[in-house]
């Protein structure tokens, strides 16, 4: 037999592109030679490819024939970059495709191949030129990187979507397996996962991200300019393909991006800063960049994989993870669905089509490469049959060698495993492994039981009696009796049921209530009630333990038998509705303590277990339970010789960080709804049998974090109230202000039920801005009033424009040179200096800014009309965070309505303008912010106003375009896209929370699980006070604009810019960094680390602690941000100079912002940075 090794006629992506490729032929050449010497091998390779070999230091010596193909001779033909794409793709003519075959002819003379051999890529040409040669098409297995095994596949049919698998798809999907392959096939899939789980370098990264998205899906880039990637996707680029993936997945799902690092770096770190601001499902692991192999490690933890022709598509089948198909390839013949249709993946996915596939490709296509490809005789024989059965006339799956053993390949895959490989290059990379306990024993045990209470599914209260006591609001409207102590009768009656018993075996429910009817008094009928609100409580308030139930569904995957052990007193009916509610179906055994009247607690459960496995499952030789208690689920179990996995409760875990010493207090003595509170955010940040969470910190330094543990329970405790007064106030309308009540207006649609008799929430656009302009039409009183407000030291012309809308051609020169200004107007003022001057202009200006006014007016009521804010007969709410109802009193100026006003917080300077009307705030009414004696929440307006903003800029005005439609103008701000990006993130915790509090309490009676103020502002109002040095740094360089101050304010100043070589700030920078940002707190918690230590700071700023020399004025006047006195242009200089790559990054030139790359943190950067100053110091230049 004549066998010829191709290559492509012209390398892909680099003359050395198939080096390694040509030393693989010779490698398998060399061996079927030894094994078969009648046969002759040959290599037909680009002349790019052999003139690189030659170069090489350790050439290849060897014997086999060697024809060499030039680009010159190609291109004479077919001049293209990318041959490959042009073959697989068929763009190419019939005379083209004739010319290369009669190249490739004369180039090899009179040798005739029987086999041409190509390594991923096609070659149509081929059969031209020897038509009773076979192509086989040779390319990477289903694994072939370590540490699974090298896989190879020979496909007679072609590549990707050419494939035998695109081909004959159904077939292959059709095929039966009997119940002993199918039980091969899971155990296979779990002796693969063993390979990476028990060595596995990123759980502990990756297992954070598990609770911030509700799903994530693993997008492994490819490499650009290839066309295993270009010819099988419409995407010119991976950046494009990435960017096209986060825009179309679903916001609450987690794109976990990874690199192929034997090419290009994609993912510099300016492209990252920008996905990250556009991208807030974005998910990267900067140490994702230095494991080998990354991609398979963190499958495993995937929910979805997405790609266009990346065989991890393949492995994916391992975990039972559904695949998003992106382009037209081999994946598509198994894939879930498409990327257009992402949305439906986990409702289409069907894991049984899985089985066939892998068992068609372990069996029939891919073959272990060391027992048949690198030996000799073996890869002869494979060859060999293929050939003779094309030439027979099979064709697609009939032209593959017969079905092999599965139990025999199984072997294989074994023998040839590389984890140790793997481990060996982790450990010289010094990457330790933290592989998830759970998984790793599950891998290793035959049968898997499980606890259920605080093991598979979790309360949202630290304590179960606390269940007693949520609910005893609403035994109080069944009883009548607002005094029935629930809690206690209930606690009671189960310790009597239980002593009746000798506390000897399980009781019941019934038990319980029949002791709760004989001690309490109350009728049966109504004792029937109360136990059913208690099991309806209990099937609302059990929720999945979701890292946990990654364990069970992978347990299944395996096939390993699945069994629930549980010792409480339901009934097995309610177990298996909490079970089925919850997502634990399809288990093999289960074992209730209440039925048997056995218990884990004093051994006696386990025998009958251990019976019934053996029975069911007699060749079961490891057994493994995990719970969360030591003595039931550890000591017990391992006395009757099963392995134990104790887990901690989520509660434990969370104790174990900054976040539990923050919850010290409630901790001590808790009561049902801060349980509530604090149990949700334990369950949904530790759900996992161990964290990656950093216990230093709060919130992780995760912007998610923090939008659900400190503002998540705030703006539900408010929008509560909120629904609650709109209810009493019979209101017919709620309108939500912009922009700080957009937050509360989507926790609103989240926790309002259609048919709880609340209006529809409708949102507001305004601000003072463009509601106070408006307002002064025929008031000159109020021009001047606006006038004295404080607006810092600004140009005469923004501060003209920004209180009275006054725009450049607007201001005559001839007038304000007779003030004695300048003429542009853009002579500065000051506060409170220049009130008299500011006066003096406004009066000079007056029938300008009636003019401006009364145009604005028309097209805001034009708006307010069509909102339909402006009726009469409607009673309407205005919702806001406060603090002295300008707004409010401003849209009844407007519309001649009063309004009721709920807000956060109200002050009690304004109370005579609102004898009438409704002025309620959540926290505090008529607050007085300068007294001493004030609510807290007055210290932190501006971080509170930071968190609470909305996406959208702050509204200017209402204009008419040429066509009479109303169109919305709205501030333009530096860091827009930053403050954006940071609102996203951080608002998606807090409607995290929201969904949470919603699914655990929202079926039961509301006002039972009210939070109260105290209870749901003290995570946020604790960590303001007391912030963590490790969270600070989200809230860097944060701003906020403040149109009437006429200032920008950094609720923490950026230190970056001023940090010297060492990265420590100096005494004097410290504090005027201090002094420039809102979050006085915050600030020193941040820049902690930055400082030169002198045993100046504080650990942290308490009530018994504070930073010698810094003081802290909560109640002095604003300080104004450094650059409140400089123009737009100025502060853009100062941006320029300062961070240039921020400024061409934030650029509304497209055209400018790449050039952003110039200035990176790297010597490229330095230099680009000084010849920039360079040129900025000379004036011509930039004026």
């Known amino acids: 037999m004549n066998i010829l090794f191709l290559t492509e006629l012209k390398p892909e992506l680099s003359s050395d592109f198939r080096n390694g490729s040509v030393k693989d032929y010779i490698f398998q050449m060399n061996n079927m030679v030894n094994a078969i010497p009648d046969i002759e091998c040959r290599l037909l390779i680009a002349e790019e490819t052999a003139d690189s070999l030659a170069s090489e230091n350790n050439k290849i010596v060897h014997n086999f024939k060697t024809h060499v193909v030039s680009a010159k001779q190609v291109d004479n033909i077919l001049n293209s970059d990318s041959l490959s794409e042009n073959w697989y793709n068929k763009a190419y003519s019939e005379e083209q495709l004739n010319d290369i075959a009669h190249l490739l002819r004369k180039i090899t003379g009179d040798f005739i191949p029987d086999a041409v051999i190509i390594h991923e890529s096609h070659a149509p040409y081929a059969k031209l030129a020897w038509p009773n040669a076979v192509v086989l098409h040779q390319m990477f297995g289903l694994t072939y990187r370590a540490p699974y095994p090298q896989l190879t596949q020979y496909?007679?049919?072609?590549?990707?979507?050419?494939?035998?698998?695109?081909?004959?798809?159904?077939?292959?999907?059709?095929?039966?397996?009997?119940?002993?392959?199918?039980?091969?096939?899971k155990e296979i899939k779990g002796w693969f996962a063993t390979q990476t789980i028990a060595h596995d370098p990123l759980w502990l990264n990756i297992e954070p991200w598990q609770h911030r998205f509700?799903?994530?899906?693993?997008?492994?880039?490819?490499?650009?300019?290839?066309?295993?990637?270009?010819?099988?996707?419409?995407?010119?680029?991976?950046?494009?393909?990435?960017?096209?993936?986060?825009?179309?997945?679903?916001?609450?799902?987690?794109?976990?991006?990874?690199?192929?690092?034997?090419?290009?770096?994609?993912?510099?770190?300016?492209?990252?800063?920008?996905?990250?601001?556009?991208?807030?499902?974005?998910?990267?692991?900067?140490?994702?960049?230095?494991?080998?192999?990354?991609?398979?490690?963190?499958?495993?933890?995937?929910?979805?994989?997405?790609?266009?022709?990346?065989?991890?598509?393949?492995?994916?089948?391992?975990?039972?993870?559904?695949?998003?198909?992106?382009?037209?390839?081999?994946?598509?013949?198994?894939?879930?669905?498409?990327?257009?249709?992402?949305?439906?993946?986990?409702?289409?996915?069907?894991?049984?089509?899985?089985?066939?596939?892998?068992?068609?490709?372990?069996?029939?296509?891919?073959?272990?490469?060391?027992?048949?490809?690198?030996?000799?005789?073996?890869?002869?024989?494979?060859?060999?049959?293929?050939?003779?059965?094309?030439?027979?006339?099979?064709?697609?799956?009939?032209?593959?060698?017969?079905?092999?053993?599965l139990d025999e390949v199984f072997k294989d895959l074994k023998n040839n495993s590389q984890w140790k490989i793997w481990s060996r290059e982790l450990e010289n990379k010094q990457i330790k492994t933290t592989p998830n306990p759970a998984l790793l024993n599950i891998c290793f045990a035959d049968a898997i039981s499980w606890d259920l209470f605080d093991t598979l599914v979790q309360r949202p209260f630290i304590q179960p009696h606390e269940l007693f006591q949520a609910i005893e609001p609403i035994v109080r409207k069944i009883t009548k009796?607002?005094?029935?102590?629930?809690?206690?009768?209930?606690?009671?009656?189960?310790?009597?049921?239980?002593?009746?018993?000798?506390?000897?075996?399980?009781?019941?429910?019934?038990?319980?209530?029949?002791?709760?009817?004989?001690?309490?008094?109350?009728?049966?009928?109504?004792?029937?009630?109360?136990?059913?609100?208690?099991?309806?409580?209990?099937?609302?308030?059990?929720?999945?333990?979701?890292?946990?139930?990654?364990?069970?569904?992978?347990?299944?995957?395996?096939?390993?038998?699945?069994?629930?052990?549980?010792?409480?007193?339901?009934?097995?009916?309610?177990?298996?509705?909490?079970?089925?509610?919850?997502?634990?179906?399809?288990?093999?055994?289960?074992?209730?303590?209440?039925?048997?009247?056995?218990?884990?607690?004093?051994?006696?459960?386990?025998?009958?277990?251990?019976?019934?496995?053996?029975?069911?499952?007699?060749?079961?030789?490891?057994?493994?339970?995990?719970?969360?208690?030591?003595?039931?689920?550890?000591?017990?179990?391992?006395?009757?010789?099963?392995?134990?996995?104790?887990?901690?409760?989520?509660?434990?875990?969370?104790?174990?960080?900054?976040?539990?010493?923050m919850y010290a207090a409630p901790l001590a003595s808790l009561n049902a709804m801060s349980s509530a509170v604090i149990g949700l955010t334990a369950n949904r940040f530790f759900s996992s049998p161990n964290t990656g969470y950093n216990k230093e910190s709060a919130v992780d330094a995760n912007l998610f974090d923090f939008g659900y543990a400190m503002l998540g329970p705030f703006v539900v405790g408010y929008t509560q109230w909120v629904q609650r007064r709109l209810k009493a106030l019979k209101a017919d309308n709620?309108?939500?202000?912009?922009?700080?009540?957009?937050?509360?207006?989507?926790?609103?649609?989240?926790?309002?039920?259609?048919?709880?008799?609340?209006?529809?929430?409708?949102?507001?656009?305004?601000?003072?801005?463009?509601?106070?302009?408006?307002?002064?039409?025929?008031?000159?009183?109020?021009?001047?009033?606006?006038a004295t407000l404080n607006f810092g030291t600004m140009p005469l012309n923004e501060l003209l424009s920004s209180r009275f809308g006054l725009s450049a051609s607007d201001l005559s020169a001839e007038k304000l040179i007779d003030l004695g200004l300048r003429a542009d107007g853009k002579s500065k003022v000051s506060y409170p200096r220049d009130i008299p001057l500011v006066n003096k202009v406004i009066n000079a200006f007056m029938p300008e800014i009636e003019n401006q006014s009364q145009k604005e007016k028309k097209t805001y009521l034009r708006y307010l009309s069509e909102i339909g804010i402006t009726d009469p007969n409607m009673k309407s709410a205005l919702i806001d965070i406060g603090y002295s109802g300008t707004m409010q009193r401003k849209m009844t100026e407007l519309t001649g309505i009063n309004y009721h006003g709920l807000y956060v917080l109200t002050h009690d300077y304004v109370i005579h303008t609102f004898k009438d009307e409704t002025f309620e705030g959540w926290l505090a009414s008529f607050d007085n912010q300068r007294s001493s004696i004030r609510h807290d929440t007055n210290n932190y307006i501006p971080l509170l106003e930071s968190l609470l903003s909305s996406e959208e800029a702050s509204l200017v005005c209402y204009e008419e375009n040429n066509k009479g439609d109303l169109i919305a103008n709205f501030l333009e701000v530096s860091n827009e896209k930053d403050r954006v990006a940071f609102i996203r993130?951080?608002?998606?915790?807090?409607?995290?929370?929201?969904?949470?509090?919603?699914?655990?309490?929202?079926?039961?009676?509301?006002?039972?699980?009210?939070?109260?103020?105290?209870?749901?502002?003290?995570?946020?109002?604790?960590?303001?006070?007391?912030?963590?040095?490790?969270?600070?740094?989200?809230?860097?360089?944060?701003?906020?604009?403040?149109?009437?101050?006429?200032?920008?304010?950094?609720?923490?100043?950026?230190?970056?810019?001023?940090?010297?070589?060492?990265?420590?700030?100096?005494?004097?920078?410290?504090?005027?960094?201090?002094?420039?940002?809102?979050?006085?707190?915050?600030?020193?918690?941040?820049?902690?680390?930055?400082?030169?230590?002198?045993?100046?700071?504080?650990?942290?700023?308490?009530?018994?602690?504070?930073?010698?020399?810094i003081t802290i004025n909560h109640s002095a006047k604003p300080t104004i941000n450094k650059n409140s006195s400089l123009t737009n242009k100025e502060k853009r200089r100062i941006k320029l100079i300062e961070r240039p790559d921020r400024f061409f990054a934030d650029s509304q030139h497209v055209i400018l912002r790449p050039l952003q790359h110039l200035f990176g943190k790297n010597a490229t950067g330095a230099v680009m940075h000084k010849l920039l100053l360079s040129i900025i110091s000379n004036k011509k230049y930039i004026h």
């Open 481 to 661: 009796n607002i005094y029935i102590p629930f809690h206690h009768l209930r606690r009671e009656a189960e310790r009597l049921a239980r002593s009746e018993h000798n506390h000897r075996i399980e009781i019941t429910f019934d038990e319980i209530y029949h002791q709760f009817e004989r001690i309490s008094g109350l009728e049966p009928h109504i004792v029937s009630q109360i136990k059913e609100t208690e099991i309806k409580a209990e099937l609302n308030f059990i929720q999945p333990k979701n890292g946990m139930l990654r364990t069970w569904r992978m347990a299944g995957c395996f096939g390993k038998p699945r069994s629930i052990i549980t010792d409480i007193y339901f009934s097995q009916e309610i177990i298996e509705e909490i079970l089925r509610k919850n997502g634990l179906t399809n288990y093999d055994i289960l074992l209730v303590s209440s039925e048997l009247r056995i218990r884990k607690e004093d051994g006696t459960m386990y025998p009958h277990y251990l019976s019934q496995v053996r029975r069911q499952f007699p060749k079961s030789e490891t057994l493994l339970h995990i719970g969360d208690n030591n003595r039931a689920d550890g000591e017990m179990a391992s006395r009757h010789g099963i392995k134990t996995l104790i887990i901690p409760k989520s509660i434990d875990l969370l104790k174990q960080t900054a976040l539990g010493k």
């Open 155 to 185: 496909d007679p049919s072609g590549l990707y979507n050419n494939s035998i698998l695109v081909k004959d798809s159904e077939k292959i999907k059709s095929i039966t397996l009997s119940e002993n392959e199918k039980k091969t096939i």
């Open 985 to 1109: 993130q951080l608002h998606q915790g807090a409607l995290q929370f929201a969904k949470d509090w919603k699914s655990t309490f929202g079926s039961l009676d509301k006002d039972a699980f009210e939070l109260s103020p105290a209870i749901s502002s003290y995570p946020l109002l604790q960590t303001s006070r007391t912030p963590n040095e490790h969270d600070m740094q989200i809230f860097q360089g944060l701003i906020l604009e403040n149109l009437f101050a006429g200032a920008e304010f950094n609720v923490i100043s950026d230190p970056s810019p001023y940090l010297d070589k060492s990265g420590k700030l100096n005494r004097q920078i410290y504090e005027r960094l201090i002094s420039e940002s809102k979050w006085k707190e915050g600030a020193i918690a941040a820049y902690k680390k930055y400082l030169i230590q002198t045993n100046v700071v504080a650990d942290r700023i308490t009530s018994t602690t504070t930073a010698p020399e």
């Open 734 to 786: 709620a309108y939500f202000l912009a922009r700080d009540a957009y937050l509360p207006m989507r926790v609103y649609e989240i926790l309002k039920d259609d048919n709880d008799g609340l209006p529809e929430a409708q949102y507001l656009y305004c601000s003072r801005r463009s509601a106070v302009v408006p307002a002064l039409a025929g008031n000159p009183s109020a021009v001047k009033e606006i």
């Open 214 to 405: 509700d799903k994530l899906i693993l997008c492994p880039l490819q490499v650009d300019g290839y066309y295993a990637f270009d010819a099988c996707s419409e995407y010119n680029s991976q950046l494009e393909f990435l960017e096209d993936v986060l825009s179309k997945t679903p916001k609450n799902w987690g794109v976990v991006v990874t690199e192929h690092l034997a090419y290009t770096e994609l993912l510099t770190s300016p492209v990252l800063a920008r996905l990250k601001r556009e991208y807030s499902n974005l998910v990267y692991l900067p140490e994702s960049k230095k494991v080998p192999n990354a991609s398979q490690a963190l499958l495993v933890h995937m929910d979805a994989i997405v790609t266009v022709s990346s065989s991890l598509a393949y492995q994916a089948m391992f975990f039972d993870i559904p695949v998003i198909s992106a382009g037209k390839s081999h994946i598509n013949a198994f894939s879930t669905c498409s990327l257009e249709n992402i949305e439906n993946t986990f409702k289409d996915h069907n894991g049984e089509i899985f089985l066939p596939v892998l068992f068609f490709l372990l069996t029939r296509l891919h073959h272990v490469r060391k027992t048949v490809i690198d030996n000799g005789a073996a890869h002869y024989s494979l060859i060999s049959t293929i050939v003779n059965n094309v030439r027979n006339g099979c064709i697609g799956i009939d032209a593959l060698p017969v079905q092999k053993n």
